[in-house]
């Protein structure tokens, strides 16, 4: 299947590379080893439109193809899967845009332009202690008393909320448990009974934040309800998908980050009086990475043109996280071989992105878990679990 990409797509990727090489590169190990976030490469990345391009223009957004962030996302991940996460999350605030009503847009605006320029970020507080890829299963609950929410329950492995930076989380809630009901909520960092919990030390994606927050009899305004009571499942599950395959690109830039630091690095060492790329078996494991760095970005390309042509992608996702994953995976096993002893020294790129490759491909769902997903589309199970 052949795939050219528009100037304007050129273009965008050629910016973002540049300004990747140039600024996100330099302190990209840094970050990792201190486990740091830097507040002035998100700025950086809202004066140069990344962070909205898939934001409405009334918001100061570029209202841009899938697509587009996508491309940003692969060339800031080539260099550091951390950022590349961050950037993973500029579809919140045109989730977030979709699904306010009137009163809300005035009510929300300042936080959803704070996130176009980079100033400001927002989280996802879904996962639990108890309920990673099985949604369904979270037990955060919001009671309505008078004209607001109570919320009790604990959010595991979440993303930035523990930045300074970070102003509030969307919180998905159970709100009534027969028939099962989940609502989306906005919940602004500093609310009574809204605390930060223990920050994760993860092997990978090390320059962001990720860990616990807990909610305890923490009252939240109903108007803070996003689209409506009973929406928060469906809301969730698409944003879940537009942000799944950011993801997916972030892995097919590591995949490349990988590739081209093992290619360079063979090219120059040599060893038993020739250069360790005239070894078969390094041919074999760079050409490998090659094919599947091939294959990742045709597969990625086709399922974002059917999601930017309004289609859905339940199956088609799964797949794309299962392989460009599993291929980010051998990509930074066949590195660190080609590297040897050095490879797994940590001042060396392809050790941290090894780390960040194991990561990749467990959060936003496993390889069993996208397997199963795949199966269920494709008939494989009961009618009762297909969902």
Same mark, same amino acid.
């Given at each position: $299947?052949?795939?050219?990409?528009?100037?304007? /797509?050129?273009?965008?990727?050629?910016?973002?590379?540049?300004?990747?090489?140039?600024?996100?590169?330099? !302190?990209?190990?840094?970050?990792?080893?201190?486990?740091? *976030?830097?507040?002035?490469?998100?700025?950086?990345?809202?004066?140069?439109?990344?962070?909205? $391009?898939?934001?409405?223009?009334?918001?100061?957004?570029?209202?841009?193809?899938?697509?587009?962030?996508?491309?940003?996302?692969?060339?800031?991940?080539?260099?550091?899967?951390?950022?590349?996460?961050?950037?993973?999350?500029?579809?919140?605030?045109?989730?977030?845009?979709?699904?306010?009503?009137?009163?809300?847009?005035?009510?929300?605006?300042?936080?959803?332009?704070?996130?176009?320029?980079?100033?400001?970020?927002?989280?996802?507080?879904?996962?639990?202690?108890?309920?990673?890829? /099985? +949604?369904?299963?979270? @037990?955060?609950?919001?009671?309505?008393?008078?004209?607001?929410?109570?919320?009790?329950?604990?959010?595991?492995?979440?993303?930035?909320?523990?930045?300074?930076?970070?102003?509030?989380?969307?919180?998905?809630?159970?709100?009534?448990?027969?028939?099962?009901?989940?609502?989306?909520?906005?919940?602004?960092?500093?609310?009574?009974? *809204?605390?930060?919990?223990?920050?994760?030390?993860?092997?990978?994606?090390?320059?962001?934040?990720?860990?616990?927050?807990?909610?305890?009899?923490?009252?939240?305004?109903?108007?803070?309800?996003?689209?409506?009571?009973?929406?928060?499942? @469906?809301?969730?599950?698409?944003?879940?998908?537009?942000?799944?395959?950011? $993801?997916?690109?972030?892995?097919?830039? #590591?995949?490349?980050?990988?590739?081209?630091?093992?290619?360079?690095?063979?090219?120059?060492?040599?060893? *038993?009086?020739?250069?360790?790329?005239? *070894?078969?078996? +390094?041919?074999?494991? #760079?050409?490998?990475?090659?094919?599947?760095?091939?294959?990742?970005?045709?597969?990625?390309? /086709?399922?974002?043109?059917?999601?930017? @042509?309004?289609?859905?992608?339940?199956?088609?996702?799964? $797949?794309?996280?299962?392989?460009?994953?599993?291929?980010?995976?051998?990509?930074?096993?066949?590195?660190?071989? +080609?590297?040897?002893?050095?490879?797994?020294?940590?001042?060396?790129?392809?050790?941290?992105?090894?780390?960040?490759?194991?990561?990749?491909?467990?959060?936003?769902?496993?390889?069993?878990?996208?397997?199963?997903?795949?199966?269920?589309?494709? !008939?494989?199970?009961?009618?009762?679990?297909?969902?």
């Amino acid at each position: $299947m052949a795939f050219e990409y528009s100037d304007r /797509h050129e273009a965008i990727r050629k910016m973002v590379r540049d300004f990747a090489e140039k600024e996100v590169r330099p !302190g990209a190990g840094e970050r990792d080893r201190a486990s740091t *976030f830097d507040n002035h490469l998100l700025k950086r990345m809202g004066d140069l439109g990344i962070m909205g $391009m898939r934001v409405p223009e009334e918001y100061g957004g570029a209202n841009a193809d899938c697509l587009s962030l996508n491309l940003a996302c692969e060339e800031i991940g080539r260099i550091d899967s951390a950022l590349a996460w961050t950037v993973a999350g500029a579809e919140l605030p045109g989730t977030l845009a979709r699904h306010i009503n009137n009163e809300q847009k005035e009510r929300w605006r300042g936080y959803i332009e704070g996130m176009v320029k980079g100033e400001i970020l927002g989280s996802l507080g879904i996962t639990e202690p108890g309920a990673g890829s /099985h +949604v369904p299963g979270i @037990q955060t609950t919001a009671v309505l008393e008078g004209d607001h929410w109570v919320i009790n329950g604990t959010k595991q492995f979440i993303t930035a909320v523990g930045l300074d930076v970070c102003k509030f989380t969307l919180c998905l809630c159970l709100t009534n448990r027969r028939p099962k009901e989940f609502t989306l909520i906005l919940v602004p960092k500093g609310t009574p009974g *809204f605390t930060i919990g223990t920050k994760n030390d993860l092997i990978g994606f090390r320059g962001t934040w990720n860990g616990e927050i807990h909610f305890d009899d923490c009252r939240v305004p109903v108007v803070n309800t996003i689209s409506e009571r009973g929406r928060g499942f @469906q809301i969730t599950q698409d944003l879940f998908h537009t942000v799944g395959l950011t $993801m997916c690109s972030q892995a097919i830039g #590591l995949q490349q980050g990988c590739y081209e630091e093992a290619a360079k690095y063979a090219k120059e060492r040599k060893a *038993f009086g020739q250069r360790i790329c005239e *070894f078969q078996y +390094v041919q074999g494991m #760079l050409v490998e990475m090659d094919l599947n760095l091939t294959l990742s970005r045709l597969l990625r390309n /086709h399922v974002v043109g059917l999601v930017d @042509q309004g289609k859905t992608v339940r199956k088609e996702r799964a $797949m794309l996280k299962w392989f460009t994953t599993e291929s980010a995976l051998l990509a930074s096993r066949y590195a660190v071989s +080609v590297f040897g002893g050095i490879g797994v020294c940590a001042e060396y790129p392809v050790s941290r992105l090894y780390r960040d490759a194991r990561v990749a491909n467990i959060a936003g769902g496993t390889t069993e878990l996208e397997k199963t997903i795949v199966a269920r589309w494709s !008939g494989f199970l009961k009618e009762e679990e297909r969902g």
